[in-house]
Nanobody, 128 residues
Framework: QVQLVESGGGLVQVGASLRLSCAAS????????MAWFRQAPGKEREFVTA????????RYIDSVKGRFTISRVTAKNTVYLQMDNLKPEDTAVYYC?????????????????????WGQGTQVSVSS
């Protein structure tokens, strides 16, 4: 079992920055990749970004490229999402997810079905 706890959400204005954190505990030696998904009201959950735990390969959805940065500190079992130049369309509940089943050097998946552990979510609201 892996437990994930997110923090760092909040209400900000357009153009502001936020940093989300997701701390993993439990069987952290099994981590292969971690990702952030988000779900806006009335919309399906969507992939935002992911990072391979061993080699730090990253993937981003096009709408956040150049604005969001995912990183991880393996010694702390923590993944971060630095969000800059936030836009109203970034408003959503952000979920941290962990993959423990893929290969250690596999590119991180964009498919939510490939992530077997999820955090409780943290709200990010961007006002105009």
């Amino acid at each position: 079992q892996v437990q994930l706890v997110e923090s760092g959400g909040g209400l900000v204005q357009v153009g502001a920055s936020l940093r989300l954190s997701c701390a993993a505990s439990g069987r952290t030696f099994s981590l292969k990749a971690m990702a952030w998904f988000r779900q806006a009201p009335g919309k399906e959950r969507e992939f935002v970004t992911a990072i391979n735990w061993s080699a730090a390969f990253t993937r981003y959805i096009d709408s956040v490229k150049g604005r969001f940065t995912i990183s991880r500190v393996t010694a702390k079992n923590t993944v971060y999402l630095q969000m800059d130049n936030l836009k109203p369309e970034d408003t959503a509940v952000y979920y941290c997810a962990a993959n423990t089943l893929s290969g250690i050097y596999s590119a991180p998946s964009v498919n939510s079905d490939d992530y077997d552990y999820w955090g409780q979510g943290t709200q990010v609201s961007v006002s105009s």
